[in-house]
């Protein structure tokens, strides 16, 4: 995370916002977050490269980790006390994050054989904390946490290639009948 440079902040945080009091740790998650995933997605794909395996899996952490600090302000009326000046700051981390994600996929789509098939899995989605649990967290030392996985929707299965059929719909599938161990 040290080595994520203030320029590769940027495009998530507008620091020139001054909120007196701020403390959430927005340094610390986003290099986190970016750390992990840049690390995965760099060994994940000289891997990859080299190697060419028949089944490749890269997991990307940063999403969950940014959406459980940000959540706040990717849906600020459901918190209904989120600052005009927070929206400025914050308001575009967890779209950005969806952004850096989609860029990565594109490259997978673009680098794709003809025979390979790529599949997206999200495990779980992610909703607003709860009041309940707003008022708890902070207590238990989850002063920043403002997005859970509990009652949220549920995740996601795409499957792009050319052995998939277009505008099939799964249901009822489960990461354990992707990823069963």
Do not use: C
Request: proline fraction near 6%; aromatic fraction near 8%; hydrophobic fraction near 35%.
């Amino acid at each position: 995370p040290e080595d994520i440079e203030a320029a590769a902040l940027e495009p998530f945080v507008d620091s020139s916002v001054d909120i007196p009091g701020d403390t959430v740790p927005w340094q610390t998650e986003l290099r986190r977050a970016l750390a992990d995933d840049m690390t995965y997605h760099n060994i994940g794909t000289l891997l990859r490269n080299e190697e060419r395996p028949d089944v490749y899996a890269i997991y990307f952490f940063g999403l969950d980790a940014i959406g459980h600090t940000f959540m706040r302000y990717q849906a600020p009326d459901r918190f209904g006390d989120v600052s005009d000046a927070e929206m400025r700051k914050y308001g575009r981390v967890v779209e950005t994050y969806y952004s850096r994600l989609d860029s990565i996929l594109g490259g997978f789509i673009r680098s794709r054989t003809d025979d390979e098939t790529l599949v997206v899995i999200s495990g779980h989605g992610m909703d607003p904390l709860p009041l309940a649990r707003r008022v708890i967290e902070p207590i238990k030392g989850n002063e920043h946490l403002s997005g859970y996985h509990e009652d949220a929707p549920d995740g996601l299965l795409i499957f792009h290639g050319s052995r998939v059929a277009a505008g099939a719909k799964i249901r009822g599938a489960s990461v354990l009948d992707i990823t069963p161990t």
